[in-house]
């Protein structure tokens, strides 16, 4: 298994520019605004790491933050389910998610489509929320979308509707509930409401093109300066 580590821009928590709740609690962003995930070999299992620009925790949950949801969706072969409940997008045409990780600040559960769910151990380390994945080291798919916690909600995404609210996010109709999501272009994965994975194979494209220009530069630099 290749690691695996992307970074997510600062500030773009806001979905389909949606207004945040109108509630006091939400007047300071950042809760929500994914700026990170990795995902490493520790053993035989994959640990997921997940990193939000702040942490704050105003309901002292026993996580350490109150006001985010996280889910991480994982595609680890063909088929599975094709809509990313809570967060509210959907997968390409058959890369569906076989497993997924929901993080809130006061459980950790790993999921399965059929409905199965069993409680997972979620730690802090430094910026870093951090869970151990029961799957084998592979090659496979993410999907990583960062909404607001809702209690009520069965994958405590807190929802998007006109008008908004004190404790509703402000957006179109039908608009997927994730403020942020993990995307090389998040404003057409929006409008569209299909969600790309993330795989390691990406991670690895721009080592290669070093590569490839190292090498070229190589080879015109023996024209340039040949051997005597």
């Known amino acids: 298994m290749m690691p695996l580590l992307f970074t997510d821009p600062i500030g773009d928590d806001y979905g389909l ?8 609690l939400y007047a300071e962003g950042g809760f929500a605004d994914l700026t990170g995930f990795e995902a490493l070999q520790s053993g035989e299992k994959v640990v997921l790491r997940v990193r939000l620009q702040r942490y704050p925790n105003p309901a002292n949950a026993p996580h350490g933050f109150s006001l985010a949801t996280v889910a991480i969706y994982i595609d680890t072969e063909p088929g599975g389910q094709e809509e990313l409940p809570g967060a509210g997008f959907k997968t390409p045409p058959g890369q569906g998610w076989n497993w997924a990780y929901l993080l809130t600040g006061w459980k950790a559960e790993e999921h399965r489509p059929d409905g199965r769910a069993q409680p997972v151990v979620l730690s802090r380390r430094g910026e870093w929320l951090e869970v151990a994945a029961n799957l084998p080291p592979g090659d496979y798919g993410y999907y990583v979308a960062v ?9 405590h ?3 998007v509707r006109p008008g908004g609210g004190s404790w509703v996010l402000e957006g179109p109709a039908g608009a997927p509930a994730a403020v942020d999501v993990l995307a090389f272009n998040q404003n057409q994965a929006y409008q569209s409401g299909v969600l790309p994975p993330v795989r390691a194979v990406q991670n690895r494209m721009p080592w290669a093109l070093l590569s490839a220009a190292l090498g070229l530069l190589s080879i015109l630099l023996a024209f340039r300066f040949p051997r005597r």
């Open 17 to 24: 520019a949606y207004a945040y709740p109108r509630a006091a």
């Open 147 to 155: 909404g607001l916690y809702d209690p009520f909600t069965p994958w």
């Open 157 to 159: 995404f807190r929802p």
